[in-house]
Structure formats: structure tokens, C-alpha cells
């Protein structure tokens, strides 16, 4: 479904996408597609309970395609996106600010350190399920001693996720998703 709006020109679709933790947002006219903000992009598709919705039709098909091209094209161009900056909230952040301190003890043998950096990514990357996560904050909440939790931590974790993959993956993998798409026609 779709919905009018006097914001845009004739015809438009905004479209929020993901892979990994690189999410944005792309609008799509007839002639242009466009990277767009949070708020500008909220500004545009947010609606009321009781307004009237539209019939989508080709129009949104190819906006929606021309979306995927500019967050491929996005992705791509740069060699390595940065995700320093990328906000990581609740037990996610937890857990990475855990393996970080844990990676700082001098006791580590060199395997412990690579499977630290795996376990990282791996949170980086929303890889593992918040059951686990909860369940290890739980097990590790009065544990002082970094290789005991560095144990009780990597118990927890599925073994295939260490073995057998590629640990220099980019933290954009994962499978592309489209978590919203609006299709938007002008009031007239």
C-alpha cells in the first residue's frame, strides 16, 4: 500500500534498507534517487491511523528497484565502510564493550585473541541472537576475572561460527534486507 502526499512532485518511493549494520534510507522519483535522513525520510511517510491508503503499481516496483541500486552502488564505492561511528545500543553494546576489555588482558594465547575478534565482529555485525546475549550477561554479571568470562562467553557461542569462515569479512554482510518501503503519490 501507499499513501497521497503533497511533499513530492508526482510520484515517489522511500525505501529504508539494511545489510549488516549499514542501514539508510533512498527516495526515488521518476528522474532522480536520493540518499535521505532519518527525519526527512519519516517526515515524508509518517500518516495518521484514518488516512486513506493507495494501491501501489508499477511506478513503486521501479522506484523500489532504483533504491537497491544506490545502497548496492553505496556499498560498494566505498572499499571499506566505516562503522566506527555506527551507534550500537543495549545488550549488543554490552557484550562488545566486554570483549574489548577482555581483549586488553595479557594472558591470552594468540587463538584466544583471533576467536575475541571473531566474537566481536560477530556482535558488530547483530550476528547473534539476543537469547544468547541475555543469557551471557546473566552468566558473566559477577565474573572478574577477563579469562573466566572469555570462557563462559565462547562456550556459548554456536562452533561454527568459528570455523570455517572468512574472518576478515566485511561488517556490511549479511543479507540485504528492505525493512520499509512507502510509495507516495501527489495529492492532486
Keep these: 500500500m501507499g499513501k497521497q502526499s503533497g511533499k513530492i512532485l508526482n510520484y515517489a518511493t522511500v525505501t529504508f534498507l539494511r545489510k549488516g549494520y549499514f542501514k539508510t534510507f533512498y527516495k526515488s522519483d521518476e528522474k532522480t534517487t536520493e540518499g535521505m535522513t532519518f527525519l526527512n525520510a519519516i517526515d515524508l511517510i509518517k500518516c495518521e491511523p484514518d488516512e486513506p491508503k493507495i494501491n501501489i503499481n508499477e511506478r513503486y516496483f521501479t522506484h523500489l528497484e532504483k533504491n537497491k541500486i544506490a545502497f548496492d552502488y553505496k556499498l560498494s564505492e566505498e572499499e571499506e565502510v566505516n562503522f566506527e561511528n555506527v551507534k550500537i545500543y ?11 576489555a577482555i581483549i586488553k588482558c595479557p594472558k591470552l594465547t594468540t587463538e584466544q585473541d583471533n576467536n575475541l575478534k571473531v566474537m566481536l565482529e560477530l556482535w558488530q ?10 543469557e551471557i550477561l546473566r552468566d558473566i554479571k559477577n565474573i572478574i576475572d577477563p579469562l573466566q568470562a572469555y570462557f ?37
Excluded: Q, W
Excluded at 90 to 97: C, P, R, V, W
Design 125 to 134: 555485525n547483530g550476528v547473534i541472537s539476543e537469547a544468547i546475549t541475555k
Design 90 to 100: 543495549g545488550n549488543d553494546a554490552k557484550m562488545i564493550t566486554i570483549i574489548k
Design 152 to 188: 563462559e562467553i565462547y562456550d556459548r557461542i554456536p562452533e561454527h561460527y568459528f570455523y570455517g569462515r572468512n574472518n576478515k569479512k566485511d561488517k556490511s554482510d549479511g543479507k540485504k534486507e528492505v525493512i520499509l518501503s512507502c510509495y507516495l503519490e501527489n495529492k492532486k
